[in-house]
């Protein structure tokens, strides 16, 4: 089972990028994002249900930023608008085997590499 994140990179404030997570080996109930700002704990982004599409995102991401997952390629991925130096951190992506929408760490067993997003003001 691997999860590999990509898509990470330097864009400008008001800039977009979108991160992928292709999952090999299996297929996960739920897959989540979150995120490592410098010097924080690591914190929720988004998350979707695979089964029907379901997602659930952080305030401060909430209307700029849109999970999404591909069924063929067994791929989600997060689409990040309107990015602001806030936004700077590293990436990760997660599965879990829970169908549940799950906001926390714990919920999610398995876990990408990160990808970087740094965003300049």
């Known amino acids: 089972v691997q999860l590999q994140a990509s898509g990470g990179g330097l864009v400008q404030a008001g800039g977009s990028l979108r991160l992928s997570c292709a999952a090999s080996?299996?297929?996960?109930?739920?897959y989540g994002w979150f995120r490592r700002a410098p010097g924080k704990e690591r914190e929720f982004v988004a998350a979707?249900?695979?089964?029907?599409?379901?997602?659930y995102y952080a305030d401060s991401v909430k209307g700029r930023f849109t999970i999404s997952r591909d069924n063929a390629k067994t791929t989600v991925y997060l689409e990040m608008n309107s990015l602001k130096p806030e936004d700077t951190a590293v990436y990760y992506c997660?599965?879990?085997?829970?169908?549940?929408?799950?906001?926390?760490?714990?919920?999610?067993?398995?876990w990408g590499q990160g990808t970087l997003v740094t965003v300049s003001s």
């Open positions: 979707i249900r695979w089964s029907n599409g379901r997602t």
């Open positions: 997660a599965a879990s085997l829970n169908p549940l929408i799950l906001s926390a760490t714990a919920g999610y067993g398995y």
């Open positions: 080996g299996r297929t996960f109930s739920s």
